[in-house]
């Protein structure tokens, strides 16, 4: 069974400062997909970024990016130059490349201080 | 905004009684998937509907059940209801059914039984 961890519960950052968020997952699997997603306390979920795992390059938007390492199966996310919108749960989630079952971790709630 | 459209926002019921939560896809997409969050579960996927039909089915209860309609709008029921189906229940949706697709997240249902 695929599980995804997340064990950093909480982090916190200096706004304008960088803060990195870790996930862990194991799968037997080759082809799948990694995600981020954000969960501001509005509730809603937003995706913040995706990763194919079949492409070596990390996934960059904006100021946010991934590190993406296979072999470790690993896949941190980087927040770059923090600003107060940020502060939110983010969860990291996986999908098999033909299933849809996506799995997430417990999330990480992270502060943005001013 | 994504695009999901999920009523009601908030849902008050007691133990014992049947539910049903709405979902309405974005435009275009054909896919939808009901998960839930619960404090001591995390977020779980629940089942996958493609263009009417079930696609994929997650950790669903035999007390609930979800369909597709012609329109692509989906509904989830909820029967019986126990103390430990309050949660949110969150709606996504993507354009097809394949797992490269990313899924939008509806601002979900919460749901209290008292």
């Known amino acids: 069974a695929q599980t995804v961890t997340q064990s950093q519960p909480e982090m916190s950052v200096q706004e304008a400062e960088t803060v990195t968020l870790s996930c862990t997952y194991d799968?037997?699997?080759?082809?799948?997909?990694l995600f981020w997603y954000k969960q501001p306390p509005s509730r809603q979920m937003i995706l913040v970024i995706r990763?194919?795992?079949?492409?070596?390059q990390n996934a960059t938007e904006n100021r946010f990016s991934v590190n993406f390492q296979k072999a470790a199966k690993s896949f941190s996310l980087k927040i770059s130059d923090s600003q107060l919108g940020d502060a939110a749960m983010y969860f990291c989630?996986?999908?098999?490349?033909?299933?849809?079952?996506?799995?997430f971790g417990a999330g990480t709630r992270l502060t943005v201080k001013p | 905004d994504s695009g999901v459209t999920q009523t009601p926002k908030h849902l008050i019921t007691a133990t014992g009684q049947r539910v049903t939560l709405r979902c309405s896809p974005r435009?275009?997409?054909?896919?939808v998937y009901w998960y839930q969050q619960s404090l001591d579960q995390g977020l779980q996927f629940l089942i996958q509907?493609?263009?009417?039909?079930?696609?994929a089915k997650g950790n669903i209860l035999e007390r609930f059940s979800a369909q597709q309609f012609p329109d692509l709008h989906s509904e989830l029921n909820l029967s019986s209801l126990e103390l430990g189906d309050s949660a949110l229940y969150f709606c996504?949706?993507?354009?097809?059914?394949?797992?490269?697709?990313?899924?939008?997240f509806g601002d979900g249902t919460r749901l209290s039984i008292l």
């Open positions: 990763q194919e795992a079949y492409k070596q």
């Open positions: 996504a949706s993507s354009e097809n059914g394949q797992g490269n697709q990313p899924q939008h």
């Open positions: 799968t037997s699997e080759s082809d799948y997909y």
């Open positions: 435009s275009g997409d054909l896919s």
């Open positions: 989630a996986y999908k098999r490349y033909n299933n849809n079952d996506m799995r």
């Open positions: 509907y493609y263009n009417g039909e079930e696609r």
